[in-house]
DNA sequence: TGCAAGTTTTTTATCGATATTTTTTGTAAA
DNA sequence: TTTACAAAAAATATCGATAAAAAACTTGCA
């Protein structure tokens, strides 16, 4: 009985509390409902997300570890801080292990690979071309084509720090996703997809590159409005 | 009188109990006092570290996400595996990131970056031109000039993931050290040195690769060894 | 008014206890 | 013997309580 009701409760692939925290901690931060800064009392947070004390701390503990959440010695948890150096950084990182983990799936990449891609592709066009674009459905579809694309490569330190990145850069690109997209987007993933299948290595890394640093072009003109919006506020 | 006592005890920047624990774990496990696979029962750590459950689990929980530990779901800690695979994937991942540090050490550095990759090469020279060389003050020398070298890189993320890499690869190298080191270490950290001191980005490049490709290399070898001999006995 | 020392309140970090889950052990039937 | 099941033991994950630290708030004095 006890375990039904575990069943139902459970999120995703959380076996235990720490890791029900630990999920929706992180997501509510990428999805910017834990403003940057803002500080994080445990004492509050039981409430909110309806764990214990020790459950949460350890989840804080590991966002800490991913960086999405600052510790300071005696003084508790804050949401990590954002900045326009900070994405500038993220982005570049993210170009240089996106770009490795690209060459190396297009190198071993098998039939399964190629028709993932081409799967993936075609329903993030659906949702592309579709009139009521839902950000959150175009997030999942466009994450899981981004995921098809490096699905060749073998490497766990690089998919662990990809990862990492590509969430990083997710809660930037989530602050910046009131403004419509203007970009020809389609044309670019088209781009990504047929360097791809035509295994042409430099095609795809100078496709990625120019991919990830227009959304990071357009992020940062968003984020740098909002920036002098607070200050001219305050 | 409290505060003195805990000044004492306090070991480097470890301003609570998880992080002496997240310390203290850590480097027993880069230095192969806690054993590849080996279940870590909170109980039994308790008494060895002193600590209580919830540090020690704040502790593991952070260790986790660096890749130092696995977790699983209601079945507790252990210590992360090693495998060759794991030592290659590594090697390949801390080229990738200590080659693109350099450049951008190589790139931004000032006459400060410059003296220090003179001068804790020096120390390095000391050490490795000495009779009896520590092991551990090796440890610490090389750390310093290889961190000397990249000290001009600005990415906060770079940094953070090769502080990743560069304990996970020590952990290998720890457990192959028992072997005498037979190649010219000090040829290969002099040319590093005159490459990065001459601002040549490419033959830096070239030299840490094949600098940490040697070390890696030798530690394979021994790697193989030992899980040879593990096969042999069971 | 402005500042500084002391006091209260809030918050954090930690411990001990408990319920739940997993592993081990023991026992009987095939 | 082996296998299957049940009971016991161990270990985990979690909660509530407490001690310690930091922040906020007085209050006294120049």
Chains 1, 2 share one sequence.
């Not at 740098?224 to 305050?234: F, K, S, Y």
């Amino acid at each position: 009985m006890a375990r039904t009701y575990n069943d139902q409760t459970e999120q995703n692939g959380a076996k235990t509390l720490s890791d029900q925290a630990y999920l929706q901690l992180r997501s509510d931060i990428i999805h910017g409902e834990l403003l940057p800064d803002e500080k994080l009392r445990i004492e509050h947070l039981r409430g909110e997300y309806g764990v214990g004390a020790s459950p949460l701390r350890e989840a804080l503990s590991r966002l800490t570890a991913d960086g999405f959440v600052t510790a300071e010695g005696q003084r508790g948890f804050r949401v990590a801080p954002m900045s326009e150096e900070d994405l500038a950084d993220i982005t570049r990182m993210r170009i240089l292990l996106e770009k490795q983990a690209l060459s190396q799936s297009i190198e071993h990449g098998d039939d399964a690979w190629e028709s993932r891609i081409v799967a993936t592709f075609y329903q993030l066009e659906k949702v592309e071309e579709s009139e009521a674009r839902d950000p959150a459905e175009w997030e999942i579809r466009n994450h899981d084509f981004h995921e098809a694309l490096i699905a060749g490569c073998t490497s766990k330190w690089l998919r662990r720090f990809y990862g990492i990145l590509y969430d990083q850069h997710k809660r930037y690109r989530n602050i910046a996703l009131s403004t419509e997209i203007p970009r020809d987007l389609h044309q670019e993933h088209e781009e990504l997809r047929n360097a791809a299948l035509a295994r042409d290595t430099k095609r795809a890394c100078d496709a990625i590159e120019q991919h990830i640093m227009r959304t990071a072009e357009i992020t940062l003109k968003v984020l740098r409005e909002e920036t002098r919006r607070e200050q001219e506020i305050a």
